[in-house]
């Protein structure tokens, strides 16, 4: 069996009549929603999302009729991606939640490897890495291995130069290194996996709206290092 069967047959997700998608993890910011009859549409901009992100959002419900506190769900992207994209969704949500219009929203969140997890598999049907640079030496990973998509991880520039398979990158995220290895590069479309049937099993209840920190717990033994200015402005 593969990938995509196998998720399909897993629980079900959250139903998407009167969802909102919100993705601003690459600088093709992608916001999507579902309409009362469970049809899709989307907008995409490629404008910084921190001065376009909310007239995005509110073009977008505008076309499709659906006003903000008729939402049943909002999903946003909680990385890995650009920081500045994330909180810029993040903090918005937030400020919703506090004005009480989101009192009656589920709020979901999904990762972008998860996604781009998934638009490799459209394309790979054998075991790959897909990795994101996240600087100093080590990347944001996730694995297809023996059909079956892992868990979002950090890992070390020699552990991407030993895995010996497919490596696969996305398209439009911060990238500051220079791997020796050859990377695939992909298209991050997160529309395209939108349309699939299955995807709402990606959603996990995020009623925080909290963003994917990985570095604080895989590098912990680094604290001393880590609390210095410029790594707590990532």
Known sequence: MDHRDSLLTMEPGPETNRLLLIDSASQRLCVSAFDATSSLATAVNLEDASTVLFSSISDLLSEIDLPLDELRAIAY???????????????????????????????????????????????????????????????????????????????????????????????????????AKPFTQLPYLPENVFREPGFTRLLNPAPDVELLSLRSSEFAKWIPKARTSDNLSR
């Open 77 to 179: 992207c909680a990385g890995p991606g650009s920081m500045l994209g994330l909180r810029t969704a993040a903090m918005g949500i937030r400020a919703w939640q506090t004005t009480g219009i989101l009192e009656k929203v589920s709020i979901y969140s999904f990762t972008s490897l998860k996604v781009g997890a998934e638009l490799v598999s459209s394309q790979e049907g054998g075991d790959f890495l897909l990795v994101t640079d996240a600087r100093r030496n080590s990347w944001n990973a996730i694995e297809r291995k023996s059909g079956e998509i892992g868990e979002v991880k950090l890992i070390s520039n020699e552990s991407l130069e030993a895995y010996s398979g497919r490596i696969y990158t996305l398209t439009n995220f911060p990238s500051w290194a220079q791997p």
